[in-house]
């Protein structure tokens, strides 16, 4: 009779038993259209409040009231939701998706520009550093500065192309502040821009809001590095270190909080035209609307302090281009 084979654990072997492995199901890229659409949209509304309030136009009074972080007293716009809540009771539910598809198309479009650029850059141009194939974590310097120079440079080609979409939404959520509707509609908005500004017209506040989304890659890349170096540096056991990836989205919030003014003043410059009334920097240069910004003391004006929770989470939805969410 044969001896029955005995296992590793009835061997009296200390033999782990591996942990299976599952990783959360990918999206097909058939669907990453639609749930972009689906993304954009519903976060829209939060989008066309945010940019009434960066050109200055505030239907509701300032109230008086404690701020959120210091509790000190003191004269407070209404929030994101009840500026959105007001509009709709006197616009109608649909002023809130003014300018969406020109939003669409620019969200969908940039991310299969930032795609392709990326793709062919990485070709072109592979990381000779060894580390390609690592995890964030793991990689060294010159690999982090390779992924950070791809991605910088395939958002600065796709905020270019994408730049007149961006205008042509910002003038269109400006004219429900502008008894003017020459802006009421996509395509007559881009005849109105091209016969009164020319071509580039279209790429008004195209450098400020370059500078913005390179610059929030470039920092929130370097940042996360130095933080993983830092906690190996401090002996961290290996499940501390893949912790430190649940930092991202902070480090990403406040990048954006960093580059705000730039954001800003690229859609006041987009805004800035004869046929609106706003009440906005005129000035024909971004530089010139930067600097009268600055006199002004408004970089941080998007509504009260409440709202800003609600900006910067919405920010960094838009900023992840594979979910294909785009400051509030």
């Known amino acids: 009779m044969a001896a029955p084979v005995l296992r590793p654990m009835e061997q009296g072997g200390s033999a782990k038993i591996k942990k299976s492995s599952s990783t959360a199901p990918e999206v097909p890229n058939s669907a990453r259209p639609v749930l972009g659409i689906v993304g954009v949209t519903a976060f829209y509304p939060m989008t066309v409040v945010r940019t009434l309030a960066q050109v200055g136009y505030e239907p509701q009074p300032a109230t008086i009231g404690p701020s959120l972080w210091t509790r000190t007293p003191g004269r407070y716009y209404p929030n994101l939701l009840s500026y959105a809540n007001f509009l709709r009771k006197r616009e109608g539910f649909t002023v809130l998706f003014t300018g969406l598809t020109p939003r669409i198309v620019s969200s969908l479009t940039s991310t299969a520009i930032e795609d392709a650029i990326s793709a062919k850059i990485r070709a072109a141009i592979p990381d000779r550093s060894g580390d390609g194939d690592k995890s964030v974590r793991a990689k060294g310097l010159a690999s982090t500065m390779y992924d950070m120079t791809v991605a910088c440079a395939a958002k600065t080609v796709g905020v270019a192309v994408t730049?007149?979409?961006?205008?042509?939404?910002?003038?269109?959520?400006?004219?429900?502040?502008?008894?003017d509707q020459v802006y009421s509609g996509f395509f007559s908005t881009i005849k109105e821009i091209y016969q009164t500004e020319g071509f580039s017209g279209f790429f008004s506040g195209l450098v400020p809001r370059m500078v913005a989304e390179a610059g929030t890659i470039a920092l929130s890349g370097t940042t996360m590095y130095l933080l993983y170096r830092i906690m190996e540096s401090l002996g961290l056991n290996e499940e501390a270190l893949e912790s430190g990836s649940n930092y991202t989205s902070l480090v990403q919030l406040y990048m954006i909080s960093l580059v705000y003014p730039l954001q800003l003043a690229s859609v006041v410059t987009s805004a800035s035209c004869r046929r609106l009334k706003l009440n906005i920097p005129d000035c024909s240069t971004w530089r010139g609307v930067y600097h009268q910004l600055t006199v002004m003391v408004c970089f941080y004006h998007s509504t009260s302090c409440a709202s800003m929770p609600v900006c910067l989470c919405l920010n960094l939805v838009e900023l992840n281009h594979q979910m294909i969410f785009h400051y509030v």
């Open 163 to 179: 730049q007149p979409l961006q205008v042509v939404m910002v003038r269109m959520i400006c004219s429900i502040a502008s008894e």
